[in-house]
């Protein structure tokens, strides 16, 4: 049945956050540069190489300590695979191998803790450490908006600190102490890693965090909505848009379809917008969102007799 509030406007104040897109229909978003120099890129690089290196040439093949490595390993590089394809702004899922490489990553289960060993808690501690940075990006892919809007609404976490289980690892590698080299270049890739992640973060908080974003005066309907603006927008240009709509949070995209001079000097423009193909929920939700403050607007400008 068809939404017959559909067109109803009424003035409300929300939390919003608008990001323009680019004629492709892609956020104007982070260079890869912004996010990760050549000089980490190659760092990366060496790091990789290196524990190739170990891993394929030093343990023996039936040892316990190159599979448990190789898991580690293998979480990291799921790790910066993910990574990579967020970092410009690409579904993972639309991947081919994405499906292989999660079910492959769910094969794997926390080493078994050998108390009698000082560094079986930092190898633990290091699996889970990774493995919470990989459910976190598959939390961002799982809650994107049509696998194009990617939000990271999880607080930064402290990069891991080996120094916490084991004080001199970083001289014991000079010691001929093998596991101990390699969990050191393990601990230099996650934390190269996380600290990608951390720009992501950091890029996207706008659009992530909606307790930051700024309150505009609407004129709100389920098929669009004007506002005064500070800064011009192109006439049908398109942009995606966040709005705190109560506890939910409403995520779309809209073009451009009007452009006035408002007479306001702060705010000079007024711009309206058209939603672009809003889910009948989308809708529900922003009817139900109106019928809930014209209520209450009518309830405040009641006179109460005492």
């Not at 001289?171 to 101990?180: E, I, R, S, T």
């Not at 109560?246 to 408002?262: A, N, P």
Request: charged share 25%; with cysteine.
């Amino acid at each position: 049945m068809a939404n017959v509030r559909r067109y109803f406007r009424y003035d409300v104040i929300i939390p919003m956050h608008l990001e323009e897109v680019n004629r492709y229909g892609l956020h104007l978003g982070a260079e890869r540069r912004n996010l990760i120099s050549e000089e980490e890129e190659a760092e990366l690089q060496v790091l990789n190489s290196a524990l190739d290196n170990y891993l394929e040439k030093v343990f023996d093949a039936s040892s316990n300590a190159l599979y448990v490595f190789y898991v580690l390993n293998h979480k990291l590089d799921f790790m910066w695979w993910l990574l990579e394809k967020l970092m410009e702004s690409k579904d993972p899922r639309l991947a081919g191998d994405y499906k292989f490489r999660s079910k492959e990553d769910s094969k794997f289960t926390p080493p078994k803790n050998n108390s009698a060993s000082k560094i079986a808690p930092l190898i633990l501690d290091l699996y889970q450490y990774i493995d919470d940075y990989i459910s976190e990006l598959q939390q961002v892919v799982e809650n994107s908006i049509d696998g194009k809007i990617f939000t990271y609404p999880a607080p930064m976490k402290e990069h891991f600190n080996d120094q916490s289980y084991v004080t001199n690892l970083e001289f014991l590698p000079d010691q001929g102490v093998l596991p101990a080299k390699v969990l050191r270049l393990m601990v230099d890739k996650l934390n190269l890693q996380a600290t990608v992640f951390d720009r992501l973060k950091t890029v996207y908080k706008q659009i992530s965090r909606a307790d930051e974003w700024t309150h505009y005066k609407v004129n709100l309907s389920a098929g669009g909505f004007s506002f005064l603006s500070e800064k011009s927008y192109d006439l049908f240009s398109r942009m995606d848009i966040f709005m705190g709509l109560d506890e939910d949070i409403l995520i779309c995209r809209g073009q451009v379809q009007s452009l006035t001079k408002s007479g306001n000097e702060i705010f000079p423009y007024r711009i309206g917008v058209m939603f672009e193909l809003l889910t009948v929920e989308q809708q529900r939700k922003i009817t139900l969102f109106e019928q809930r403050r014209e209520l209450k607007d009518a309830m405040l400008s009641v006179a109460l007799p005492f």
